[in-house]
T-cell receptor, first 113, second 119 residues
Framework: QQPVQSPQAVILREGEDAVINCSSSKALYSVHWYRQKHGEAPVFLMILLKGGEQKGHEKISASFNEKKQQSSLYLTASQLSYSGTYFCGTEGAGGTSYGKLTFGQGTILTVHP | EAGVVQSPRYKIIEKKQPVAFWCNPISGHNTLYWYRQNLGQGPELLIRYENEEAVDDSQLPKDRFSAERLKGVDSTLKIQPAELGDSAVYLC????WGMGLAGLNNEQFFGPGTRLTVL
């Protein structure tokens, strides 16, 4: 089942902060975050594992609440280059869910000067 | 390090015609994914390979779609015959290890995609 992202879109001015949320109805093993600019490939930002391990770009942070099956991506002091569509991808915990990423519908982030 | 390479970048065909997409993953990556991305949506997994074995093809419409990964490197995705609803971007991604087994090493590297238009 597809995770739900919120908000669907957000508009910022440079230097402002934003939070993008991702919520799943099933137990999760990991959450991935990607950013995709128009006409380009999705680019990896973060991976968060059940149990607390995480890896990602140093200027981006995220959290993963295993009990609530929710993750949030925190974008601070936004730059023009942060504009794009952000996707969370969730990997379920157990059975055939392992190894399969299900992506949300995306959050469009626009940063203005 | 070279990224994931896909070709062609764009393809326009008429319905009922066949079409094929090619993907060359990052060297050393044993896991390869094919996704379909419809306009305004997130990528949807079609098939996942670990080396040359298709370990998850549950979402591949097997009546018209087929895929292969010879020698565990390059992969080809084929549609025959194409339908209007197949218009989408087809993304290939690779990962250095299988999902669920290597935790933080499971980041996926995506290619630029092939934009398919079926008329």
């Amino acid at each position: 089942q597809q995770p739900v992202q919120s908000p669907q879109a957000v508009i910022l001015r440079e230097g402002e902060d934003a939070v993008i949320n991702c919520s799943s109805s099933k137990a999760l093993y990991s959450v991935h975050w990607y950013r995709q600019k128009h006409g380009e490939a999705p680019v990896f930002l973060m991976i968060l594992l059940k149990g607390g391990e995480q890896k990602g770009h140093e200027k981006i942070s995220a959290s993963f609440n295993e009990k609530k099956q929710q993750s949030s991506l925190y974008l601070t002091a936004s730059q023009l280059s942060y504009s794009g569509t952000y996707f969370c991808g969730t990997e379920g915990a157990g059975g055939t869910s392992y190894g399969k990423l299900t992506f949300g519908q995306g959050t469009i982030l626009t940063v203005h000067p | 390090e070279a990224g994931v390479v896909q070709s062609p970048r764009y393809k326009i065909i008429e319905k009922k015609q066949p079409v094929a997409f090619w993907c060359n993953p990052i060297s050393g990556h044993n896991t390869l994914y094919w996704y379909r991305q419809n306009l305004g949506q997130g990528p949807e997994l079609l098939i996942r390979y670990e080396n040359e074995e298709a370990v998850d093809d549950s979402q591949l419409p097997k009546d018209r779609f087929s895929a292969e990964r010879l020698k565990g490197v390059d992969s080809t995705l084929k549609i025959q015959p194409a339908e209007l609803g197949d218009s989408a971007v087809y993304l290939c991604a690779s990962s250095p290890w299988g999902m669920g087994l290597a935790g933080l090493n499971n980041e996926q590297f995506f290619g630029p995609g092939t934009r398919l238009t079926v008329l």
